[in-house]
């Protein structure tokens, strides 16, 4: 029903979230401009899996052919996962930690200045979200930002 209703409300860009995530999700029959995933936790393991890799596989059934996918959270045990799901698509693979980082400022964690390859462009970036692991979620959206070009990872102000 929200498909149909942005395309008759002729919306340009929508942003999609999943709700289970990845391969088994009802969003994924859209091909998107880009993919992010966020973070591989123990949600939803009845359908998913019992283990970080197996839920890592089914999150990366979100990854399309040729489809950017940034992922936002760094987490070793998983990293394979997505690289060999994007290689065998041709998705370019970037992982936010590798150019954005975010500096809570003391005491607030929904305030952040934001540093693209370790030069301040965004100061005083202020999260309604006001958990802490949102800065981890921030880099990723970041990474999907339009004045991203994936071509050379570039911030453009």
Excluded: C
């Excluded at 393991?45 to 936002?72: C, Q, W």
């Excluded at 975010?102 to 370790?118: E, P």
């Excluded at 309604?128 to 990723?140: D, F, H, P, T, V």
């Amino acid at each position: 029903m929200a498909f149909d209703y942005f395309s008759n409300a002729h919306v340009d860009v929508a942003v999609i979230e999943v709700g289970l995530g990845g391969r088994l999700d009802s969003t994924n029959v859209i091909t998107p401009l880009v993919s992010l995933i966020t973070n591989i936790g123990h949600d939803h393991m009845d359908l998913l899996g019992n283990t970080f890799t197996l839920i890592a596989g089914e999150k990366a059934g979100i990854i399309k052919r040729r489809v950017p996918v940034v992922i936002s959270e760094h987490q070793p045990e998983v990293e394979h996962v997505f690289r060999e799901k994007a290689a065998s698509l041709d998705a370019p693979l970037f992982f936010s930690r590798d150019s954005i980082e975010l500096k809570a400022h003391s005491g607030q964690h929904h305030v952040f200045d934001v540093y693209w390859d370790h030069q301040p462009v965004l100061l005083d970036l202020v999260s309604e979200l006001k958990g802490a692991y949102q800065s981890r979620n921030i880099a990723g959206v970041l990474m999907n930002h339009p004045t991203v070009t994936y071509s050379g990872l570039r911030y453009i102000q």
